[in-house]
């Protein structure tokens, strides 16, 4: 399978600690994203990667949340001293900058986060 | 503000029927526009991307049309099936930085 995977499936924490998800996109890909969806709604922007660079992050996300692609391939999503609030699915996906169709998203599985 | 509005937010049919989903935007400046299946629990399926310069894209019984100058896109299901239920999302884009989502259209085929 070739498709972008996320790990871990769940995480359930308690409030205050610290908590990583990863992210492996489609390994063409150059193009990263992040995004939190709760309930009933649609998924929420974090933040974006070209290569290793970040180049855009959501006033969502605030200084607890830290988000890096060291080699421009894989991504990992850290929140520090987590909230119930943070409680939501983390969504990971990737498009290429190349082809067609051009900047199509593909989305992982996502990782369900619970704070108790 | 970029804002992606759809409408119904729940649709129940029965098995055969075709339907339509709305989804509006409030800045006719994009650039893609996106829809995705997502079963419960479960991430975001790809079904067709619409490029500013494209009015439409077709992929088996799904056809999705965009119209810049009027603020929406369309995606139709032609003769709907039980496993066609699922929530839609439609997400537009005017760079290639982020994406921004509406709430969905849950959708209900009954058989």
Known sequence: DTGVSQDPRHKITKRGQNVTFRCDPISEHNRLYWYRQTLGQGPEFLTYFQNEAQLEKSRLLSDRFSAERPKGSFSTLEIQRTEQGDSAMYLCASSASQGSPYNEQFFGPGTRLTVL | ?111
């Not at chain 2, 494209?54 to 799904?62: F, I, V």
């Not at chain 2, 049309?65 to 005017?94: E, F, H, N, V």
């Not at chain 2, 760079?95 to 849950?106: E, I």
Request: net charge positive; charged share 15%.
């Open chain 2, 1 to 111: 503000k970029q804002e992606v509005t759809q409408i119904p937010a729940a649709l129940s049919v029965p098995e055969g029927e075709n339907l339509v989903l709305n989804c509006s935007f409030t800045d006719s400046a994009i650039y893609n526009l996106q829809w995705f299946r997502q079963d419960p629990g479960k991430g975001l399926t790809s079904l067709l991307l619409i490029q500013s310069s494209q009015r439409e894209q077709t992929s088996g019984r799904l056809n999705a049309s965009l119209d810049k100058s009027s603020g929406r896109s369309t995606l139709y299901i032609a003769a709907s099936q039980p496993g066609d239920s699922a929530t839609y999302l439609c997400a537009g884009s005017y760079n290639f930085n982020k994406f921004y989502f509406g709430s969905g259209t849950k959708l209900n085929v009954k058989p």
